[in-house]
T-cell receptor, first 117, second 113 residues
Framework: DVKVTQSSRYLVKRTGEKVFLECVQD?????MFWYRQDPGLGLRLIYF???????EKGDIPEGYSVSREKKERFSLILESASTNQTSMYLC????????????????FGDGTRLSIL | DAKTTQPTSMDCAEGRAANLPCNHS???????VYWYRQIHSQGPQYIIH???NNETNEMASLIITEDRKSSTLILPHATLRDTAVYYC??????????????FGKGTHLIIQP
C-alpha cells in the first residue's frame, strides 16, 4: 500500500513564524503535491513537484514555498505565517508514467491541521 | 476538466451494497472517471478509476455507461467505516505541469447499522 506520511496531525504557530510542514512517501513516486482544504472552498493546489529540485506553482502559491531535495520528501514552508493560512494542509503523491501525469491516482496523507494565532 | 453532478447525501444499510451515482454528461474522450472518498478528519482516499470499461478492485466496482455520460460506484458490502464523503471527478489522461485535483461537493454516504 502507498504510504504518505505528514509529520504532524495538529500544529499551532504564531503570526510571523516560519513554519515547516513535512511530507514523506514510500512508493518512489515522482510527483508530489501540497494542497490546502478549507470549508466551502474545497481542495486548492499550492505547489507541485514532478522531480527532485523541480517545483511548479499551483493555484494559490502566495505566501508559501516548497523544497524537494530528495525524491521521497516534499516540504511546504510558510515564510511568515498569517492567520489566513490557518487550514488543513494535505500532501499527496502520484506516479509519473512517461508524460502522462493525469491518469495516475494521487494518494494523500492524513493532513496537518494548522492553526496560526 | 468536465463537471460532475452527484446527490448531496445517501443512506445505506450496513451489509448492503451502496450504489453511488455520478453524472458527467460533458466528459470528453480522453477523460478518466475517478472516485475518491474522505472520512471525517482524514485525507482523501483514492478508490478507483476508469476510462470506458467497468473496473473492480478490492474496495469497489466502477460501472461506466456505454455513452460515458454517467457512472456508478458500488461498495458491495457496506460497513460503518464506509461512512464518508465520496467524490466523483473526471480528469484528462495526460497533462504537464501543475495537475491538481478539484473536488466538488460530493455525496455524503451514511451507513446505517
Amino acid at each position: 500500500d502507498v504510504k504518505v506520511t505528514q509529520s504532524s496531525r495538529y500544529l499551532v504557530k504564531r503570526t510571523g513564524e516560519k513554519v515547516f510542514l513535512e511530507c514523506v512517501q514510500d512508493m518512489d513516486h515522482e510527483n508530489m503535491f501540497w494542497y490546502r482544504q478549507d470549508p466551502g472552498l474545497g481542495l486548492r493546489l499550492i505547489y507541485f513537484s514532478y522531480d527532485v529540485k523541480m517545483k511548479e506553482k499551483g493555484d494559490i502559491p502566495e505566501g508559501y514555498s516548497v523544497s524537494r531535495e530528495k525524491k521521497e520528501r516534499f516540504s511546504l514552508i510558510l515564510e511568515s505565517a498569517s492567520t489566513n493560512q490557518t487550514s488543513m494542509y494535505l500532501c499527496a503523491s502520484s506516479l509519473l508514467v512517461g508524460e502522462r501525469i493525469g491518469n495516475q491516482p494521487q494518494h494523500f496523507g492524513d493532513g496537518t491541521r494548522l492553526s496560526i494565532l | 476538466d468536465a463537471k460532475t453532478t452527484q446527490p448531496t447525501s445517501m443512506d445505506c444499510a450496513e451489509g448492503r451494497a451502496a450504489n453511488l451515482p455520478c453524472n458527467h454528461s460533458t466528459i470528453s474522450g480522453n477523460e478518466y472517471v475517478y472516485w475518491y472518498r474522505q472520512i471525517h478528519s482524514q485525507g482523501p482516499q483514492y478508490i478507483i478509476h476508469g476510462l470506458k470499461n467497468n473496473e473492480t478492485n478490492e474496495m469497489a466496482s466502477l460501472i461506466i455507461t456505454e455513452d460515458r455520460k454517467s457512472s456508478t460506484l458500488i461498495l458491495p458490502h457496506a460497513t460503518l467505516r464506509d461512512t464518508a464523503v465520496y467524490y466523483c471527478i473526471v480528469r484528462l489522461s495526460s497533462g504537464g505541469g501543475a495537475d491538481g485535483l478539484t473536488f466538488g461537493k460530493g455525496t455524503h454516504l451514511i451507513i446505517q447499522p
